[in-house]
Nanobody
Framework: QVQLVESGGGLVQPGGSLRLSCVTSGLTLRSYTVGWFRQAPGKEREFVAGIRRSGGSTRYASFVEGRFTISRDNAKNTVYLQMNSLKLEDTAVYYC?????????????????WGQGTQVTVSS
């Protein structure tokens, strides 16, 4: 049974940092591309960052470039999203998802399995 569990969200002031984790089970993580998405109230789910299977090349949405870093530890079956210089508009539920392809899709429909999400709130 494939499971993805996100953690690390919380309340942080603007300019602060958080590190999200996505722990996977029931699969061999190195065989999957992993994406982080977010969804704010009343908005569509949007791509944040992704890391390709086997080799780990990365892709970022323009609005997080230079602030967020995605990484993976296949031995721990975990993918991380380090978020620095957080802004009010980063407030959302953050989800991780997996896709067996060799690219990093930015479309949610391309991903096969999703976690339940973790809330990130940026507020002063």
């Amino acid at each position: 049974q494939v499971q993805l569990v996100e953690s690390g969200g919380g309340l942080v002031q603007p300019g602060g940092s958080l590190r999200l984790s996505c722990v996977t089970s029931g699969l061999t993580l190195r065989s999957y591309t992993v994406g982080w998405f977010r969804q704010a109230p009343g908005k569509e789910r949007e791509f944040v960052a992704g890391i390709r299977r086997s080799g780990g090349s990365t892709r970022y949405a323009s609005f997080v470039e230079g602030r967020f870093t995605i990484s993976r530890d296949n031995a721990k079956n975990t993918v991380y999203l380090q978020m620095n210089s957080l802004k009010l508009e980063d407030t959302a539920v953050y989800y991780c998802a997996i896709d067996p392809s060799w690219v990093v899709p930015a479309t949610p429909a391309a991903y096969d399995y999703w976690g339940q999400g973790t809330q990130v709130t940026v507020s002063s």
